[in-house]
C-alpha cells in the first residue's frame, strides 16, 4: 500500500537530505573530520574528534552503570516482587521513560548540577580522586551530570525489554535448578542469565542508541565546550549536544554543513546501533517462546 | 542422662551459609534497585512540583511571556502553538500511520511487510535530533521556520509508533474471527473493514495517543524548524510557532530565577499533561486487547 511505500521512501529521503546537507564538509574535510579536534568558526575549520570522544565515554559509563541496574530491575519485577506490586512497580519504571528529556535535563541544571558540585564530586574525589576520572574541580556541570542523566533515561528502556526475556524463561529450567538445590540467586546466574543473555545484549545495544542520539537534556547539563579531557567534572560536549546547541550560531554554509556532518555520524551511528540490536533481541524471541509454550 | 546429642546439626555452615549469605545479599540489591528506579521517578516528580509552586497560578497558562524586564507573565502562547503543532502532525502521522500498520499485519506478504517493520523500527530508532535537521535541510533552508516544519518533523517521530502499535493490535485479533468472514464469502477488505476494524479500534486510538505523549515533550526536533518564535499567541503555521519543551529548553538555560521558576511549571504543565494521556493509551489498550479477544 501507500502509506508503507511511503514509510519506506521517507527513510530515504531522510538520509539522503543529511548526507547532502553535509556535502561540502564531507567534501572539505573528508574523513579527516572524524579525528580533527578543531571547532573554530572564526578561522572555519571543523572537527569531530573531542564530539566523538565525548559521545563515547558518556555513552559508555552511562551505560556501565544503568546495565546492571536495569537488570537487578527486571529481575526484581519477574521474581522477587510481591504479586500486586508488580504491575505498579513495572508502570513506574515506565513512566520514568515517558518523562520528556528536557524536564530531566531541567532537573538536571537547577537539581542535580549543585548537589553534584557541592556534594558527589567533592566526595568522589576525596575517595576515588587517584583515578584521573575523578580528578579535578567539582563543577555544576559536566561530563558526570550527562551520564547520571543519560542512566535515568537508558534504565527503563533496558529493564522493560530484559524483564520481556526474563518473563519468558521456562519454569521447569528454573524448578529444575531450584529442585538441584540452588539459591534462588545461583538459579538467576546459572539459568536466567545465560538463557537471557543475547536479549540482555540487544537490550544494552538499544539504550546506547538513545543515549548516544539525546540531544537536549545532555546540552542542558554537559557544559558545551570542546575538549578532551580525562576528568569527569570537567565540561564537554557530544555529538547530539553540539547539534543542538549551535541550532542559532551557525553563522556560514560551511559551519551548517558540519553541524549535518555531525548529525550524518549519528544517523550512522543510531543505524547500525538499532539494526544489531533489532536483530539480536527478534531472533532470541521468536524461537524461545515457541520452546517455552 | 546417657543420651548424648545427635552430632550433627541442622543450621547451615561453612559454604552453606555462604551461599545463603551471597544469595540474600544479590536478592536485596535488585530490591534495591527497583526501589532506587521508583526514588528517582518520586524525586523528579516532586522537585517539579516543589519547584514549580510559586509560578503556577491563572495568569501563567492565560498570559503570554513578560516582556524584557517586567515580572509575572505566562506560556499561553506556548500552550497554543504545542497544542497546534501536534494536532498539525497528527493529522499527518495518524493516516500514514495506520495505513502502514493495516497494509503490514493484514495485507502484506511476509517479504514486503518485513521490510516495512525493519524501515519502521529504523525510524524509530533515528535520533530526532537528526530528523530536525532533515527538515531543516527540507523545508527551511532557502524558506524560514515555520510551525508546519516543525510538525512534519514531530510527524515523522510519531509515524513508527502509531505503525507499530497498530500492527500489535490487529495481530491480537484472532484468525479465526478473519477466517469465519472469510468463509462466508465476503472479500478480504470487506471482512477487515467488517471484522477486524472494529475489534482494534481501540487500539488504534491506544496507538494515537502513544504517539502524541511521545512527541508532546520533544525538544530537539523543533530547534531547528519551529525554535525563534513571537511572543505573542499566533495560529499561523507558516511562521515558527512558540512551544512548551522549546520554552523549557530556553528558560533554563536563562541565568534568571524566575525564568527558572517559569520553566519548572511549564514542565509541570508537561508532565500532567504527557503522563495523563500515557495513563489513558493504556487504559485504551487494555481494553482493546479484552475486546479484541472476544470480552
Known amino acids: 500500500m501507500l502509506a508503507a511505500g511511503f514509510c519506506v521512501v521517507l527513510v530515504g529521503l531522510l538520509a539522503y537530505k543529511v548526507f547532502d546537507q553535509a556535502g561540502s564538509a564531507i567534501s572539505t574535510f573528508g574523513l579527516g573530520f572524524l579525528g580533527n579536534s578543531t571547532w573554530n568558526p572564526v578561522i572555519n575549520k571543523y572537527g569531530a574528534a573531542d564530539f566523538i570522544y565525548g559521545t563515547a565515554i558518556t555513552t559508555a559509563i552511562s551505560l556501565a552503570l544503568a546495565a546492571p541496574l536495569a537488570i537487578a530491575i527486571a529481575l526484581y519485577l519477574t521474581e522477587l516482587a510481591p504479586r500486586v506490586l508488580r504491575t505498579p512497580i513495572a508502570t513506574l519504571v515506565e513512566m520514568l521513560a515517558a518523562i520528556p528529556s528536557v524536564v530531566i535535563g531541567l532537573w538536571g541544571i537547577l537539581v542535580l548540577g549543585p548537589f553534584m558540585q557541592a556534594h558527589l564530586e567533592p566526595w568522589l574525589h576525596s575517595v576515588l580522586g587517584w583515578i584521573p576520572l575523578f580528578d579535578g574541580d567539582p563543577s555544576q556541570v559536566g561530563l558526570l551530570s550527562a551520564i547520571l542523566v543519560l542512566t535515568i533515561m537508558v534504565v527503563p528502556i533496558v529493564s522493560a525489554v530484559t524483564r520481556e526475556i526474563f518473563v519468558t524463561c521456562p519454569p521447569e529450567l528454573k524448578e529444575g535448578a531450584l529442585a538441584l538445590g540452588a539459591t534462588r540467586w545461583e538459579m538467576v546466574r546459572t539459568v536466567m542469565l545465560p538463557y537471557a543473555r543475547s536479549g540482555i545484549v540487544g537490550a544494552v545495544i538499544l539504550g546506547m542508541g538513545r543515549a548516544v542520539g539525546e540531544a537536549i537534556a545532555v546540552t542542558q547539563v554537559i557544559g558545551g565546550t570542546a575538549g578532551i579531557h580525562a576528568s569527569l567534572f570537567g565540561s564537554g560536549d557530544t555529538l547530539a549536544s553540539r547539534i543542538a546547541s549551535q541550532y542559532q550560531g551557525a553563522t556560514s554554509n560551511l559551519q551548517i554543513s558540519s553541524i549535518a556532518y555531525l548529525g550524518a555520524i549519528l544517523l550512522v551511528i543510531a543505524l547500525i546501533a538499532n539494526l544489531i540490536a533489532r536483530l539480536i533481541v527478534s531472533g532470541v524471541r521468536r524461537p524461545r517462546t515457541g520452546f517455552a509454550s | ?295
Do not use: C
Not at chain 2, 546417657?2 to 536478592?27: E, H, K
Not at chain 2, 493529522?91 to 502502514?100: Q, S
Not at chain 2, 535537521?133 to 510519531?158: E, K, N, R, T, Y
Open chain 2, 1 to 295: 542422662m546417657s543420651t548424648t546429642a545427635p552430632d550433627f546439626n541442622l543450621r547451615a555452615s561453612g559454604r552453606v551459609r555462604r551461599r545463603q549469605a551471597v544469595n540474600r545479599l544479590s536478592l536485596l540489591a535488585a530490591s534495591g534497585s527497583a526501589v532506587l528506579a521508583v526514588a528517582v521517578l518520586l524525586l523528579l516528580i516532586v522537585s517539579v512540583i516543589v519547584k514549580s509552586a510559586g509560578a503556577l497560578n491563572l495568569d501563567f497558562i492565560t498570559q503570554t511571556p513578560a516582556a524584557f524586564g517586567q515580572t509575572g507573565g505566562g506560556i499561553a502562547n506556548a500552550l497554543v502553538g504545542t497544542g497546534l503543532l501536534i494536532l498539525v502532525a497528527m493529522a499527518m502521522a495518524v493516516p500514514i500511520g495506520v495505513f502502514a500498520g493495516i497494509y503490514t499485519s493484514e495485507f502484506a506478504r511476509p517479504g514486503p511487510s518485513a521490510i516495512v517493520r525493519l524501515v519502521l523500527d529504523v525510524l524509530n530508532g533515528v535520533p530526532s535530533i537528526v530528523i530536525g535537521i532533515f527538515i531543516f535541510g527540507l523545508l527551511v533552508v532557502g524558506h524560514h521556520q515555520s510551525g508546519f516544519a516543525g510538525s512534519v518533523a514531530l510527524a515523522i517521530i510519531m509515524l513508527p509508533i502509531i505503525a507499530r502499535s497498530t500492527q500489535e493490535v490487529l495481530a491480537l485479533v484472532p484468525g479465526t474471527v478473519k477466517e469465519a468472514g472469510l468463509a462466508l464469502g465476503i472479500s478480504r477488505w470487506r471482512t477487515f473493514l467488517a471484522v477486524v476494524l472494529p475489534a482494534a479500534y481501540g487500539g488504534i486510538i491506544t496507538a494515537t495517543l502513544l504517539g502524541v505523549a511521545r512527541v508532546a515533550g520533544e525538544t530537539a526536533p523543533l530547534l531547528f524548524t519551529s525554535s525563534i518564535a513571537p511572543n505573542t499567541v499566533t495560529t499561523n503555521v507558516s511562521q515558527a510557532l512558540p512551544s512548551i519543551p522549546v520554552t523549557i529548553f530556553t528558560y533554563s538555560e536563562s541565568p534568571n530565577p524566575e525564568q527558572h521558576q517559569q520553566a519548572w511549571a511549564a514542565a509541570l504543565v508537561l508532565i500532567v499533561f504527557v503522563l495523563l494521556i500515557s495513563i489513558v493509551a493504556r487504559l485504551f489498550a487494555a481494553r482493546a486487547r479484552r475486546r479484541a479477544l472476544g470480552r
